[in-house]
């Protein structure tokens, strides 16, 4: 079945940086939109970015975060840098295969078949 597995979450101090990663397997990586969404406490989750062959951003992390993939290793990443306390949340990777229609959808959490347990990142002040 498929598994996505997070790692890496942690406390950082704010302007501190943490990188995470998604570890896929029992799916065809290379054919799936992968993506990473957010969610604090009391708050809905919300898209922070997702790669195909493209990449998108949520204004919120952009020229702060950059995520990646490595199709050879089924493993996506999240470089977080310049992280602030508003950024604490759960982080949950999330696939689902790549169509245009899909890849259109990748903002919305309720497009993605498959998730992670989550990673937490707390940034302290």
């Known amino acids: 079945q498929v598994q996505l597995v997070e790692s890496g979450g942690g406390l950082v101090q704010a302007g501190g940086s943490l990188r995470l990663s998604c570890a896929a397997s029992?799916?065809?990586?290379?054919?799936?939109?992968m993506g990473w969404f957010r969610q604090a406490p009391g708050k809905e989750r919300e898209f922070v970015a997702a790669?195909?062959?493209?990449?998108d951003y949520a204004n919120s992390v952009k020229g702060r975060f950059t995520i990646s993939r490595d199709n050879a290793k089924n493993t996506m990443y999240l470089q977080m840098n310049s992280l602030k306390p508003e950024d604490t949340a759960v982080y949950y990777c999330?696939?689902?295969?790549?169509?245009?229609?899909?890849?259109?959808?990748?903002?919305?959490?309720?497009?993605?078949?498959?998730w992670g347990q989550g990673t937490q990142v707390t940034v302290s002040s």
């Open positions: 029992g799916l065809t990586f290379v054919a799936y939109v």
């Open positions: 790669v195909s062959g493209m990449t």
């Open positions: 999330a696939g689902i295969k790549w169509s245009s229609a899909t890849w259109g959808r990748r903002k919305e959490a309720r497009s993605y078949d498959y």
